[in-house]
């Protein structure tokens, strides 16, 4: 089973209206015309894409955009306060709720191992309907961090602090430290053995959050910087340093297939990247590490960009499992590509969840 460690699917859901029922070639047959393809890209998510290609479980995350950041106007979902925060991502899991009670067929929470283990079980007989883990991307709708155990009794087991910088700690577009609310934020996580994702983090909050935080760390969606010499925000790329730091700490890195984030200096509109580029991230992790135990994939598709700005070859989330392909050809044995594909994930869950 192939897991995809961030897919911002309430977001997406409540700016496009999409229906992820629909299969990605349905959404563009049916947005062919309108605006939102040119705003944010064409569909690449969908539940029986995520079923033809094997993907079982994904994190989906609570995502809303800080107001002083917003830079597009079709951006729904924004904030100016932490009331505002805290009610949008309240409205965000209360849609993972609803789908999963309303569609079961369809869309499931994950919240224990006991769900995951009938999640995996179910999946390979092929009766499940796709799992969903609760990631919580940017911090500020936790108001005090005594509120963490409210957002984990309703479902949340992943905590990324800051997307742009929060109260708790900077941010890679805003960087800055930990804050004495981050280290209390960190400790109400642990209480709760929550995983810590710190995707986004600032660097020096990076360093700070690998000494404090004595759970389970995560990078769900970031990619190498050694590969990334021109990047515009290095700070959103992982150093050498920092993903050795997360593999001596068990943790996982979720390559992301965004194009510039995948080809040094891409730009939107031009040529999609090679795959291959890709297949050079996942090996350069590998490489660093010494091992295919601690990378995955966090692909954040249909998360504010689409089609053209993923690697050339894929056309959807059923096409993960290409990268497996890719992997073979260079050489990986066949339990370092399951590794990657999904089995990563599934032990960092295992190891995590209560």
Not at 49 to 58: K, P, Q, S
Not at 83 to 111: C, K, M, W
Request: overall charge negative; hydrophobic content about 40%; aromatic content about 8%.
């Amino acid at each position: 089973m192939i897991v995809d460690a961030h897919i911002d699917l309430a977001w997406s859901m409540a700016c496009s209206g999409r229906d992820y029922r629909r299969a990605a070639a349905e959404t563009r047959r049916l947005e062919a015309g309108t605006a939102w393809p040119t705003w944010a890209g064409e569909a690449t998510f969908g539940v029986p894409d995520c079923r033809r290609g094997n993907v079982g479980l994904v994190f989906a995350t609570l995502y809303a955009t800080p107001e002083r950041l917003r830079t597009k106007d079709w951006e729904r979902l924004s904030y100016a306060s932490a009331d505002e925060a805290n009610q949008l991502y309240g409205e965000q899991l209360d849609t993972y709720h609803r789908i999963s009670q309303e569609q079961p067929e369809t869309f499931t929470l994950v919240t224990t191992r006991a769900n995951l283990d009938t999640q995996v079980q179910s999946w390979d007989s092929g009766e499940a309907p796709l799992g969903l883990v609760v990631l919580m991307e940017g911090a500020d709708a936790v108001r005090e961090p005594a509120e963490v155990e409210t957002w984990w009794e309703r479902g949340v087991r992943i905590f990324a602090p800051a997307w742009g910088a929060t109260r708790y700690a900077g941010s890679s577009s805003e960087p800055g430290p930990l804050t004495d609310d981050g280290r209390a934020l960190l400790e109400r996580m642990a209480e709760h053995r929550m995983i810590l994702d710190v995707s986004h983090l600032a660097e020096r909050a990076t360093d700070q959050a690998l000494d404090f935080y004595a759970g389970a760390i995560v990078a769900s969606h970031s990619n190498p910087r050694a590969l990334l010499p021109s990047a515009e925000e290095p700070e959103r790329h992982l150093s050498d340093r920092h993903i050795a730091a997360l593999a001596a700490r068990g943790g996982i890195i979720g390559v992301h297939l965004f194009g510039k984030f995948v080809a040094d200096g891409w730009q939107p509109g031009q040529p999609r990247p090679p795959l291959e580029t890709l297949l050079n991230h996942i090996d350069h992790i590998c490489q660093v590490v010494g091992d295919a135990r601690h990378v995955g994939f966090g692909s954040d598709l249909d998360g504010g960009f689409g089609l053209g700005s993923i690697p050339a070859g894929l056309d959807t989330i059923a096409d993960l499992q290409l990268i497996g392909s890719g992997l073979v050809e260079r050489g990986y044995a066949e339990e370092e590509v399951a590794a990657v594909l999904g089995e990563n994930w599934l032990a960092l869950l295992r190891r995590s969840l209560p």
